[in-house]
């Protein structure tokens, strides 16, 4: 298991990239992003030497607010034309794994009409992917792309995509966590792996582990349980990094110990709460 941290896209990245590497991350989680992530304003090759520099490995991440579903055909080429700057920009610094997330629901359109949208832009993101030795993975979104049934119909229609899961986003809008019941559907998929804490309900608060209702030692005898042993970022945001710091060492703690321990409590494919 790789342990990652994300730059903070207010702040320049090659600042951030070095900040992640003191703090003892394995890898940095790229996104680029408005202010000051964007392809526009860096210079790749200085991303890659710093990378190199430091020893980190890195995987990519898109903004997650990209309309590419949207029904208005100039947002969405634009929205496409973004990625493919970014795109570029992975391929430039040498990152083989990006992420993209699910469109929104636009409450005019029925759901077939958004699946269709979804793999009709996601068939030409994976195109220009491809061509640029890219592996493209789509992440887990709430509300509405966050069950099987809702990403089934993308993996099914494109099957070069890769799953990216964020247990963070399992725990919302859902009785339950799901990561299991998502690892149960997609473990061959599963690529990358996000982690936060949350209360539930609809907010994504991004909170240190510990912090919310998630039950951690359960997620990871989940992702042990389906062999699941590659990268994982912390999406923990706070203005106090020790608290991103706090989560590295608590989750490293909690993966050695499932890794020791075989005793299963708890309902098969999940259950959150403590």
Excluded at 124 to 145: C, D, K, R, S, W
Aim: proline fraction near 7%; charged fraction near 20%; charge should be negative.
């Amino acid at each position: 298991m790789l342990i990652g941290a994300m730059n903070h896209p207010m702040a320049d990245p090659a600042m951030e990239i070095e900040q992640i590497a003191k703090d003892g991350f394995d890898f940095v989680d790229l996104s680029l992003e408005p202010e000051l992530a964007v392809p526009s304003l860096l210079d790749p090759a200085q991303i890659r030497r710093r990378l190199d520099d430091t020893g980190l490995k890195a995987v990519g991440h898109t903004a997650y607010f990209l309309p590419i579903t949207s029904p208005i055909p100039a947002l969405r080429r634009s929205a496409l034309d973004f990625l493919r700057e970014c795109l570029e920009f992975f391929a430039a610094v040498g990152i083989k794994l990006v992420n993209i997330h699910p469109g929104g629901k636009t409450s005019l359109y029925n759901r077939e009409w958004l699946v269709q949208q979804h793999i009709d832009v996601l068939g030409q993101v994976l195109e220009t992917a491809g061509a640029l030795g890219i592996t493209m993975m789509l992440e887990n979104m709430p509300p509405h792309y966050n069950q099987p049934n809702d990403l089934r119909p993308l993996f099914n229609a494109l099957p070069q995509l890769g799953f990216h899961l964020d247990v963070g986003h399992a725990n919302l809008d859902v009785p339950l966590n799901i990561t299991g019941k998502l690892l149960a559907e997609f473990r061959h998929q599963v690529m990358h792996v996000h982690l936060s804490d949350n209360l539930g309900g609809r907010e994504d608060l991004h909170l240190p582990l510990g912090a919310g209702k998630i039950n951690w030692p359960w997620v990871a005898r989940t992702l042990r349980r389906f062999g699941y042993d590659g990268t994982i970022t912390l999406e923990v945001f706070s203005q106090d990094r020790n608290y991103l710091l706090f989560s590295k060492t608590k989750w490293a703690q909690i993966w050695e110990e499932a890794g020791q321990s075989r005793r299963e409590d708890g309902p098969r494919w999940g259950d959150g709460r403590k």
